[in-house]
């Protein structure tokens, strides 16, 4: 059972990492390299232990076919230095997004890749729901390095909300300030700017719209039941309990693993008081994500579990 094994936070990322190179190598192979046999392939790349380069260098990999990381998790390469080729930049990325978008995950290999991030989501939510990564491993690994990687390769927009955009910043309706976005007031006004950008091209206006979700947290949100329950001491904040002595408040609030009751400050169950969802965010992981087809969700069991739990004692 899950319960009784336990995982690193760097093979917690490895695992990934490999599962989701696999997918794009034996995508990639049989989009541009016919002469491999992409079931022989695929068997020594899921047999490998020490990484794939071996293999690759086997096979004849073109080093541009690679995977390379870095470039995912940043892609702005180090040639945009000012407004104008950042402008440049993002109207070719996005323009590249939209095409390997439609060419479908079962074509293009990066989309396959990102495809095989959202299949593990059942499989990352169990090692985070049954607490199998240390502390200060959840927090380095999970909450600082994996949310953002997976947030921004793995979660967005559909292709012609990107196409939308483009065609704004085409058109020049759409103005982009570059990455590093610095908000300041000044005068009675807003003003931004990039403080990546060497020119720091600024940017003022009256009304500033904060078109972003907020990291969830129980201990700043203005929900009223949320408050009450803390202030009425009913419910607890989940935390992390760090090898240096500190405590990391998620802002979550505390829920028991099967069941979902709500965790008192005593650590006691309240019975049949049941919170599922966005609050529960980092007790839980990826709450607010759509579930996808032929995973048997895990929310979704849930909702239905809590659903039969309420039906049963109103009887």
């Known amino acids: 059972m ?9 093979e917690f990322i490895k695992r990934i990492t490999l599962d989701v190179e696999l997918t794009y190598y034996v995508t990639l192979a049989k989009l541009l390299y016919p002469d491999i046999n992409p079931v022989e392939f695929e068997k020594e790349l899921a047999t490998a232990s020490n990484g794939f380069k071996k293999i690759l260098d086997k096979y004849n990999i073109s080093a541009k076919d690679r995977v390379d990381w870095s470039a995912w998790e940043n892609p702005i390469p180090t040639s945009v230095t000012d407004t104008a080729s950042f402008t440049t930049f993002i109207k070719t990325y996005l323009q590249q997004d939209i095409d390997i978008a439609n060419e479908g995950n079962k074509v293009s290999p990066f989309t396959s890749a990102v495809e095989k991030l959202r299949e593990l989501r059942s499989n990352i939510r169990k090692i985070v729901t049954y607490e199998l990564l240390s502390d200060d491993d959840y927090v380095k690994y999970v909450l600082k390095y994996f949310n953002a990687l997976n947030s921004f390769l793995a979660v967005g927009p559909p292709a012609f909300r990107i196409e939308q955009i483009l065609a704004l910043i085409k058109a020049g309706v759409l103005t982009l300030t570059g990455p590093g976005m610095v908000v300041e007031n000044e005068n009675d006004h807003f003003v931004t700017y990039s403080s990546v950008l060497s020119d720091h ?115």
Do not use: C
Not at 2 to 10: D, E, M, R, V
């Open 2 to 10: 899950l319960k009784n094994q336990s995982i690193t936070g760097s």
């Open 201 to 315: 091209q600024r940017y003022s206006g009256d009304v500033l719209i904060e078109g972003r979700l907020p990291q969830p947290s129980a201990e700043t949100t203005q929900n009223p039941l949320i408050k009450n329950l803390l202030a009425n001491k009913m419910a607890r904040i989940y935390s992390l309990y760090l090898s240096d002595g500190t405590l990391f408040k998620t802002g979550a609030l505390d829920v028991t693993t099967e069941t979902a009751e709500l965790v008192t400050p005593n650590g006691k169950i309240m019975p049949n008081f049941f919170l599922w969802g966005l609050p529960t965010e980092k007790r839980h992981w990826l709450t607010n994500g759509a579930p996808i087809p032929g995973v048997n969700d895990v929310r979704l069991r849930m909702a239905d579990m809590i659903a039969a739990r309420i039906v049963k004692s109103a009887k």
